[in-house]
């Protein structure tokens, strides 16, 4: 793998999941794979689960890693041509290129404005590097994709599974501040990518793109989605059709225990971090159905399939 950028770079979904699961139980088996290899990791945002698992991830790989945030640099310059007179002091080509001279492998976290659709899904931070870099670059969760994430949910889900093709539904949940669209995102093409039988519920007015949801049943009616349901995906996002609209409406999208029971005793699943009894009632998080926990194990291994597979492509 060259970059991971989507969950369309693994070659191999499988061989990638079968590797994390072999991490999983052995992580120190490609201690030697790593060494003397930097990892930077660059954040745009706040992050709990990510920059440490990948840390982790990298350790377990024998690599060093060098963490840093955004407001630790200059201001980035994004625009081609760009008159650099206000506030941006450094380009893009003179960072990546700087940053591809220091590091074997950049990891970069930007979420996005939801300001502007076209901007946004145009990923102007996450390819302005990658045009840039002649390192590979892996999406920490960018404007659009959360391709890390959704990794470690098909880990958690091929862990679990009791049946060939589980039906799982990813569920759209309250908050309230207007979020990106690109946990769902990803997670919708990742379970496509690997065969479950997915439904997506959410309010009419919801969508996201049908960029990433092709092949999913989709119903407005969250009762019938959970109907026999083996996995439960909660996540809000903000309107793609009204671009990055949030909306304080529809509390009664909570996933409650009396939800739970119409499905066939099904996992409960979450990326973190959630709202308590905004998103989820208690009841459904702290039940042993609950699999939020593991999914955040499984980022540390699933980062580590990734890593090693991007260091092996560069030998
Ligand atoms: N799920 C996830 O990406 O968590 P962080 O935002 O804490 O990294």
């Excluded at 139980?25 to 954040?43: A, S, V």
């Excluded at 002091?89 to 076209?118: M, Q, T």
């Excluded at 931070?125 to 960018?142: A, W």
């Excluded at 996995?231 to 529809?250: C, D, P, Q």
Aim: net charge negative; aromatic share 8%.
């Amino acid at each position: 793998m060259k970059h991971f950028i989507s969950i369309q770079d693994a070659p191999d979904l499988d061989a990638l999941i079968a590797k994390a699961m072999l991490y999983k139980e052995n992580p120190n088996i490609d201690r030697e794979k790593g060494k003397y290899k930097t990892l930077g990791l660059l954040f745009f945002n706040s992050s709990l689960r990510t920059r440490l698992s990948t840390e982790i991830a990298a350790n377990n790989l024998g690599m060093q890693v060098i963490g840093f945030s955004n407001q630790q640099a200059w201001n980035f310059e994004f625009m081609e041509g760009a008159v650099m007179d206000q506030q941006n002091a450094e380009h893009i080509k003179e960072a990546a290129g700087v940053l591809s001279r220091y590091v074997d492998i950049l990891g970069v976290r930007s979420f996005p404005e939801l300001v502007d659709r076209a901007w946004d899904y145009s990923e102007p931070v996450l390819s302005g590097f990658q045009k840039n870099l002649t390192i590979p670059l892996v999406n920490l969760e960018s404007a659009t994709l959360h391709p890390l994430q959704s990794l470690a949910d098909l880990m958690t889900i091929r862990e679990l599974q009791q049946t060939k093709k589980p039906k799982v539904v990813l569920s759209w949940a309250p908050h309230p501040r207007a979020l990106p669209q690109s946990v769902p995102n990803s997670f919708a093409s990742c379970m496509l990518a690997a065969g479950m039988d997915l439904t997506i519920t959410h309010p009419e007015g919801l969508e996201l793109s049908s960029d990433f949801t092709e092949g999913a049943t989709i119903t407005h009616n969250q009762q019938e989605a959970f109907e026999g349901a083996d996995f439960i995906y909660a996540k809000n996002w903000s309107s793609f059709r009204e671009y990055g609209k949030g909306t304080s409406l529809y509390s009664d999208w909570i996933i409650d225990g009396k939800k739970m029971k119409a499905t066939n005793d099904a996992h409960f699943m979450h990326c973190l971090p959630v709202r308590r009894n905004v998103v989820v009632a208690d009841e459904v998080l702290d039940s042993p159905k609950s699999v939020v926990l593991q999914q955040a194990q499984n980022r540390i291994f699933t980062a580590q399939a990734v890593l090693a597979s991007l260091l092996d492509h560069g030998k």
